[in-house]
């Protein structure tokens, strides 16, 4: 299984890609459409990144891939963030798609 991050600028992709995190650079609606689309169809991807910008961009289609796809897609902080931790971040996906608060 392996992972894959979305990002709206290279800076993240980078630090990503050195830990072994494939990804692509996108930023427009449709990009990030595209790309989504296309990576939650390949059975080898478990988890897919997105950065706070892109989600916030994208945020309705987003949370309908998040629902009705066996895929996680988590929301992960960025430059351009709002000052949440990551363990922010998870904490509130979490809630959302399951319910459980932590």
Known sequence: MRMFLISD????????????????????????????????????VALVMITEKLVKLCQSFIYDFKFSRRTQIVQVPDRHGDGKSAGETIREYLKDALGVSI
Do not use: A, P, Q
């Open 9 to 44: 600028n290279v800076d993240t992709l980078m630090g990503f890609r050195l830990v072994g995190v494939d990804g692509v650079v996108v930023h427009s609606e449709d990009e990030v459409f595209s790309c989504l689309s296309r990576i939650l169809d390949d059975t080898d």
